[in-house]
């Protein structure tokens, strides 16, 4: 039973454009969605999270969109670049439940020059 | 400025043999978590510690044992490997919201 559903399972962008990721949750009492970065070889990194009470959430070239009355959100990346590609993932946590992250399956973005 | 420290980075295993993934980190977290990444699947809780001294099952803990030995050190046991938990083991620690995720430990049982 998967409680964060993330689409796509990979995705190839040319340099320059717009990289979107989606995902979608089930469970209502989460209170906290990070998205990880990871690359090959190396553990997910914190990349950048949203709470509930916030639709949009934007830092550098990366954004999060947050719809709570579709449970769904989902990763920008604007200007997309080369060094962009790696596997991500979003992730929520259960409120209440010693930080424990429940993670998506993983997008496997290549950014082509 | 280490973080997370996993050993061993590689191994393979014969089936039924045992083996302990070591994980420890600087950054004086409470909580630690194991967790382990297959294709297609993301990554899964196997066992999480919310404070020294305490251990819980998480999503997928069959087969597996956890000892949180002091603060810094969380460590997984495998009695008797099976070739299901071929897999990569990451060892994360968390003070509030954010992981910081070890560095991995890629296991193969055959």
């Known amino acids: 039973q998967q409680q964060v559903k993330q689409s796509p399972q990979s995705l190839i962008v040319q340099k320059g454009g717009i990289s979107i990721i989606n995902c979608a949750y089930e469970?209502?009492?989460?209170?906290?969605f990070p998205w990880y970065q990871q690359f090959p070889g190396k553990g997910p990194a914190l990349l950048i999270a949203i709470r509930p009470d916030v639709s949009e959430k934007k830092e550098g070239r990366f954004t999060i969109s947050f719809n709570k009355s579709a449970k769904q959100f989902s990763l920008h990346i604007m200007d997309s670049q080369p060094g962009d590609s790696a596997t991500y993932f979003c992730?929520?946590?259960?409120?209440?439940?010693?930080?424990?992250?429940?993670f998506g399956a993983g997008t496997r973005l290549a950014v082509h020059p | 400025n280490a973080g997370v420290t996993q050993t061993p980075k590689f191994q393979v295993l014969k089936t039924g043999q045992s083996m302990t993934l070591q994980c420890a980190q600087d950054m004086n977290h409470n909580s630690m978590y194991w967790y382990r990444q297959d294709p297609g699947m993301g990554l899964r809780l196997i066992y999480y510690s919310a404070s020294e001294g305490t251990t819980d099952k998480g999503e997928v803990p069959n087969g597996y044992n956890v000892s949180r030995l002091n603060k810094r050190e969380f460590s997984l046991r495998l009695e008797s490997a099976a070739p299901s938990q071929t897999s990569v083991y990451f060892c994360?620690?968390?003070?509030?919201?954010?992981?910081?995720f070890g560095s991995g430990t890629r296991l193969t049982v055959v």
């Open positions: 992730a929520a946590r259960r409120s209440g439940g010693y930080n424990k992250l429940i």
């Open positions: 994360a620690s968390s003070e509030g919201s954010g992981y910081t």
């Open positions: 469970n209502t009492a989460f209170d906290y």
